[in-house]
């Protein structure tokens, strides 16, 4: 289908999944439906982006009701190949983003980068999109793909759209199933130190370890929450902010539980000159 797709001039719309789809997922593909036809959604749980003690084997998989839901949405094709194809026998090549895979999730989460890298690499191979759909909340993940695809002069559009949140301001995650009903009232503690950060910013404040000791209090109010990190980066390079003057983002992951859940805010100044910030959360 992408190959015909190609061959009549069509533009071709990607959005790569781990399955356990919620409306974050959905409105990727809706996005993508008003700007791409054909348009392939995958489904595959990468085994190369999950460390030894990580959720792998318990990672939600609910395949039928993931492709009803997209049939639904209006995806053309669903891509779901078994591990064994991606991943033949004797696979021996990476790709490797030098510099972003070691900050904050890649010291984390060690290797996480590399099978992430990778397999999105090669789902762009195989589909050949013209634009490839990512969500905000995992902004250092697009960031890499969008610096992946522009060091190896791919011929798709790293496309990242914003955060879709539940009415107390969760954001939707394929592992919020984990939580338990006391666990998931005390996850909107991640939404709340996010708040927090953005209303300090709206009164003026500019300095990074400022902005952190206002989301270490706030997360701290919340005896189930223990913080993997708080950070206040650039948006380009994900190095730490001491003065917030350019584009960046507040991110936090977080363990509510044994559950661990990230979020961040994006901020950036309205025009290159001027000290007054829009807030993208």
Known sequence: MARQGRAEGRSIGLVPTMGALHE???????????????????????????????????????????????????????????????????????????????????????????????????????????????????????????????????????????????????????????????????ATVLHGALEAAKSELAHGVRDGLQLKDVLQRTLRKQSVARVDYAEIVDADSFDPVVRISKPCYVLLAVFIGKTRLIDNLYVEPRSPDSDDLVFHL
């Open 24 to 186: 974050g997922h959905l409105s990727l593909v809706a996005r993508a439906k008003k700007e791409c036809s054909p348009l392939i959604a995958s489904i595959f749980v990468n085994p190369k982006q999950f460390g030894p003690n990580e959720d792998f084997a318990k990672y939600p998989r609910a395949f039928e009701s993931d492709s009803e839901k997209l049939k639904q949405a209006g995806v053309d094709a669903l891509f779901a190949p078994e591990a064994a194809e991606i991943y033949p026998k004797d696979f021996s090549t990476y790709v490797h983003v030098a510099g972003l895979s070691e900050k904050l999730e890649g010291r984390s989460r060690p290797g996480h980068f590399r099978g992430v890298a990778t397999v999105v690499m090669k789902l762009l191979q195989i589909v050949q999109p013209h634009r490839a759909y990512f969500g905000r909340k995992d902004a250092q993940q697009a960031r890499l793909i969008t610096q992946m695809a522009r060091d190896l002069n791919l011929d798709s559009e790293i496309v990242v759209s914003p955060i879709v949140r539940e009415p107390d301001g969760l954001a939707l995650s394929s592992r919020n199933v984990y939580l338990n009903p006391a666990e998931r009232q005390a």
